[in-house]
């Protein structure tokens, strides 16, 4: 059974070109190592440039699996130079009710 998460990209300064572009092939990756379900990734942008990511793992297995693949960890390398991962609760956005996000194109 799939595993639904939801990551939360906060861009380092000066770095938010770059952080657009890891999450435009996160989702492709992680689907060519046979990590995640077919789901597409849902991306958007908080007002402050912070991007969110929905996304489904194919289970609590590729979830670990991920931290010990080699192509994976040379993405998120790419993350950890690009952006701070947050909570999501920490944006303002997700304060409200019904939190809206401007939608990406990834």
Same mark, same amino acid.
């Given at each position: 059974?799939?595993?639904?998460?939801?990551?939360?990209?906060?861009?380092?300064?000066?770095?938010?070109?770059?952080?657009?572009?890891?999450?435009?092939?996160?989702?492709?990756?992680?689907?060519?190592?046979?990590?995640?379900?077919?789901?597409?990734?849902?991306?958007?942008?908080?007002?402050?440039?912070?991007?969110?990511?929905?996304? *489904?793992?194919?289970?609590?297995?590729?979830? *670990?699996?991920?931290?010990?693949?080699?192509?994976?960890?040379?993405?998120?390398?790419?993350?950890?130079?690009?952006? *701070?991962?947050?909570?999501?609760?920490?944006?303002?956005?997700?304060?409200?009710?019904?939190?809206?996000?401007?939608?990406?194109?990834?």
């Amino acid at each position: 059974m799939g595993r639904s998460v939801i990551a939360v990209y906060k861009p380092k300064p000066g770095k938010g070109a770059a952080l657009d572009a890891v999450v435009a092939r996160h989702w492709s990756v992680l689907k060519s190592q046979g990590l995640i379900t077919d789901r597409p990734a849902y991306i958007m942008r908080a007002a402050d440039g912070t991007i969110v990511e929905v996304f *489904e793992w194919l289970s609590p297995q590729a979830i *670990e699996q991920a931290h010990h693949n080699a192509e994976v960890q040379k993405l998120w390398a790419v993350f950890f130079d690009a952006c *701070e991962f947050i909570p999501v609760g920490s944006l303002p956005e997700a304060q409200k009710l019904f939190s809206e996000f401007e939608s990406v194109d990834a």
